[in-house]
């Protein structure tokens, strides 16, 4: 027998979440999940394979070096072990909520309240951040692989834009995550449409709607006029419009999600 909320009894016998949360966070709330949020999660468990990969490396290199030798594709290989493994495990503790928390009140809150907070920290906050983080990583993978960017080390390993790129996916990923994770906690609050999500991760949408209409503009520019340098696009009167149109775009979405809501639940009521 558990407790109220889920929690040890009495006794001190932890309960069935308890126990799988040391073996295996994403099985807790299981119930809950979307498509989007089993998806990370086994992404999660694939990679999280690198880790016993990353740490063979890390001692194969202290050996050989103690050994007096040194392989600077090695200490290239850790670096990319633990980037790539630690963003997949970002977005893996997004969607099991197994992230480090300090905030000593929100366990005693109910789940209604605790989603409400959930939702602004998650819509506001981190999506936001993700999506400015995401549009500039981008920018820097593509400069990456234009110049072909290499190792330092003649022995290490080259073509670092391919890692750089491959984190911009995993940027994405991180996106999924917290987007489906706003999804279960609407879905707790009897909310879960399109309209809501919108509202709840309002900054990061209008963001990505002014760079989605910067983007278009800057390729019809680019089309339309082929002999403009590419460095003066950006310059050019139009691309001005970009956050108008990103805004337009946002509070025609706004609308249609709300009427179509509205409609939801006028069916649900007969």
Excluded: C
């Excluded at 073996?23 to 880790?51: C, S």
């Amino acid at each position: 027998m558990t407790g109220q909320n889920g929690g040890a009894d009495t006794e001190g016998v932890p309960s069935l979440e308890e126990v799988i949360a040391v073996t295996d966070p994403g099985e807790i709330g299981r119930e809950e999940h979307t498509i989007f949020d089993r998806f990370v999660i086994q992404v999660g468990n694939v990679f999280a394979w690198l880790f016993p990969i990353l740490m063979i490396a890390i001692v194969v290199q202290v050996v050989i070096r103690k050994m007096g030798h040194n392989q600077a594709w090695l200490d290239d290989l850790q670096w990319w072990l633990y980037g790539v493994s630690m963003m997949v495990g970002f977005a893996y503790a997004i969607t099991t909520n197994s992230h480090v928390r300090v905030d000593i009140f929100h366990a005693g809150y109910s789940r209604e309240k605790q989603a409400r907070i959930e939702l602004f920290g998650l819509g506001w906050l981190l999506l936001t951040f993700l999506a400015i983080q995401g549009d500039i990583f981008m920018h820097y993978a593509y400069a990456s692989w234009q110049v072909g960017e290499i190792s330092d080390s003649p022995t290490g390993l080259h073509g670092i834009y391919m890692l750089k790129m491959f984190l911009v996916a995993l940027f994405v990923l991180g996106i999924i995550a917290t987007l489906s994770a706003m999804w279960r906690y609407l879905r707790r609050l009897g909310r879960a449409q399109l309209f809501w999500l919108i509202v709840a991760g309002l900054p990061a949408f209008v963001f990505a709607a002014q760079r989605l209409a910067h983007y278009v503009l800057w390729w019809y520019v680019r089309l339309s006029q082929p002999d403009l340098p590419a460095r003066k696009i950006n310059r050019q009167p139009i691309m001005d419009n970009a956050l108008w149109i990103g805004l337009a775009a946002i509070a025609l979405l706004l609308a249609i999600s709300y009427i179509a809501a509205r409609r939801h639940r006028g069916q649900e009521g007969r």
